[in-house]
């Protein structure tokens, strides 16, 4: 009997992996075909069923750094690199405060504060469009990179505060008592006991508020220009009234996720374990 149950439980998580497994290369599928379909000239990426066993090519990545235009992606991506990095590290000198006081030094009343801070993600961003555009044009800061960074900064706190909460939860307060002992203030204590302490979940929280700015488009798209526009901005101007130039469009798409993936890649146990304590507590 007992030789027999595990059998079942054998069959039952190979079938269980066999499915992860299918899931995972689904998922990789799309990411995949865009870059292979990257690497091939256009007439060949337009072809209906694809060639796979078409010829390589990097057009579509001379194209994208501006060798047939003279449009060079330059400028965007270092405007999403400075809206993303600054806005980034906003979030982590506000959150990390704000997470001690509703985790190690609770507050009156921290599960309110905490259910307000998730309540700003229940609206729509579409929502606050336009009133966030008056301001902006009323105050001089449309297509202002800063903007960016402010809206960033303010969209990405919340689930910020929330993930800190989770990690700073973990750290033993007995630490923290020694450290008051020895007379460490609230700086040196955040920054020399918590912050080492703490340093997965601060890295999963940058990750995170890293991920958001990085795609955002819908502000972005409203309230740059030629000036402070990102490279999501920047990858719609590749549809055009001539038609969508897949070899071109799949290069750059390519070229803009890199970032991203090498991150997500890089600190995916700490994403996982950051998404996952939030959840469990």
């Not at 002992?181 to 940058?206: K, Y």
Request: charged residues 10%; contains cysteine.
């Amino acid at each position: 009997m007992n030789s027999a149950l595990l059998t079942g439980r054998r069959r039952t998580g190979s079938l269980l992996g066999l499915a992860a497994w299918l899931c995972g290369i689904a998922f990789f599928l799309p990411v995949a075909w865009m870059v292979l379909t990257s690497f091939h000239s256009e007439t060949d990426a337009a072809t209906n069923p694809p060639s796979l066993g078409a010829s390589l090519s990097l057009h579509g990545y001379r194209e994208f750094f501006g060798a047939g235009t003279g449009v060079s992606p330059w400028p965007p991506l270092i405007n999403s690199l400075t809206a993303s990095v600054v806005s980034t590290l906003l979030v982590l000198a506000l959150a990390v405060p704000a997470a001690y006081a509703l985790s190690i030094k609770p507050v009156r009343k921290w599960s309110d504060v905490l259910f307000f801070f998730l309540s700003t993600k229940m609206l729509p961003l579409v929502a606050g469009l336009l009133p966030i555009y008056l301001v902006a044009q009323n105050s001089g800061m449309l297509d202002s990179i800063w903007l960016l960074v402010i809206l960033y900064t303010s969209m990405n706190l919340p689930i910020a505060v929330w993930m800190m909460r989770s990690f700073l939860a973990e750290v033993p307060a007995e630490i923290m008592e020694a450290a008051q002992i020895d007379g460490a203030g609230l700086g040196t204590t955040l920054m020399r006991i918590v912050a080492p302490v703490a340093m997965p979940g601060i890295a999963a929280t940058a990750l995170i508020s890293f991920i958001f700015s990085w795609n955002e488009l819908l502000f972005a798209r409203v309230l740059t220009g030629i000036v402070a526009g990102t490279t999501p901005v920047f990858l719609t101007g590749f549809v055009t009234s001539q038609g969508l130039f897949l070899a071109k469009v799949c290069a750059a798409a390519t070229v803009v996720s890199l970032p991203v993936l090498i991150a997500g890649f890089a600190a995916q146990d700490k994403l996982v374990q950051g998404l996952s304590l939030g959840a469990v507590k």
